[in-house]
């Protein structure tokens, strides 16, 4: 029997829905049916019969509604019990348990220890038998623990890098054609990835296909696609802190662009970039080989995005400004002279 789509609420089960799960229980009513009668999911009821039947196995309404009273009296468990559940295991020593329970010896309550510091007593101090008595009883097991003080921040590592906060204000102006932000997109696994170069005043796309994530492919991909443009529309690239950029000063002496580089976690900085990733995911979806597209397939899906009208270009398309910026920049000497 087909029951009519309803929209499906999400809200606890009142006594009155209950007493109605148990009558359309005894009239041997599938959950389904009793989920579509009452508006709720399946799973819903599915979870109320089996958390709140007796131990008889058959649901009966004011044995349900005792169960839930007694539930919700015991919630939420104190931080000190999730504690206890999260790092001991139910058959582990008692003394273990007890240094995770602060309910266990409220008297002491300036004697009480973080956490880190009693995995320090457990893999430090005990030796032999012990040492493997007592890690076997942790959650995880492992023999070695790493500290978890801060370390070292291994961001920042890309050698002379130029922040972009020294970069030319006529980038941000957006007036001047040339300044470029760049990005990878990487599919399956991050085994494979592509190349993205937007200019920041026409929003002209290219694609570049790469065999990898590494370095070396960013050098000759972008390297590449940047020679391609005329001297005057390349200038500039805005480019986040990814370690496929560590080779940078390369990219510049090929192609004359100077590189700056955006804050850590900001990717509003390459705003522009970030928006158009988000529409070539619509023709390279994640999840997806990138490899197995050529770069003629992804010259065809650039020119697509290319030629899509934009507002901010009084619904010009990109491909027909930066023709303009690209002819007006050959005018200019000439109208010099």
Not at 15 to 39: K, M, P
Request: glycine share 6%; hydrophobic share 35%.
């Amino acid at each position: 029997m087909q029951h009519p789509t309803v929209s499906v609420r999400c809200c606890h089960v009142s006594v009155v829905e209950r007493a109605t799960i148990q009558i359309d229980l005894l009239n041997q009513w599938s959950q389904r049916r009793i989920a579509c009668l009452l508006n709720h999911s399946p799973s819903t009821v599915s979870r109320e019969i089996r958390r709140n039947r007796g131990a008889h196995g058959r649901y009966i309404i004011h044995e349900a509604q005792h169960c839930m009273q007694a539930r919700r009296q015991a919630w939420p468990p104190t931080p000190e019990a999730r504690a206890r559940q999260r790092t001991v295991r139910a058959d582990g020593p008692s003394a273990a348990k007890a240094l995770f329970s602060r309910t266990d010896c409220p008297q002491f309550e300036d004697a009480y220890v973080c956490r880190e510091t009693i995995y320090n007593a457990v893999y430090a101090l005990p030796v032999g038998e012990l040492r493997k008595e007592l890690i076997v009883c942790l959650r995880q097991g492992k023999t070695t623990r790493k500290p978890r003080t801060g370390g070292v921040d291994r961001r920042n590592q890309i050698p002379e890098m130029v922040s972009i906060h020294v970069r030319p204000p006529e980038v941000e102006d957006r007036l001047m054609p040339g300044h470029w932000e760049g990005d990878l997109i990487k599919g399956k696994a991050n085994a494979s990835a592509v190349g993205t170069l937007v200019e920041r005043t026409s929003g002209y796309l290219m694609l570049v296909k790469m065999n990898d994530a590494t370095a070396t492919s960013a050098v000759e991909g972008f390297s590449a696609a940047l020679n391609r443009m005329p001297l005057a529309v390349r200038k500039s690239m805005t480019y986040d802190q990814g370690r496929e950029m560590v080779r940078h000063a390369e990219i510049t002496q090929k192609t004359g662009v100077a590189i700056y580089f955006c804050d850590p976690h900001s990717p509003w900085q390459r705003g522009s970039n970030e928006n158009i990733n988000g529409l070539i995911r619509q023709y390279l979806p994640k999840g997806t080989d990138l490899s197995a597209y050529s770069q003629e397939q992804q010259d065809a899906i650039a020119y697509e995005l290319n030629i899509r009208p934009r507002k901010r270009f009084d619904f010009k398309c990109p491909i027909e400004v930066m023709t303009a910026v690209v002819a007006k920049q050959h005018e200019a000497p000439a109208s010099i002279q």
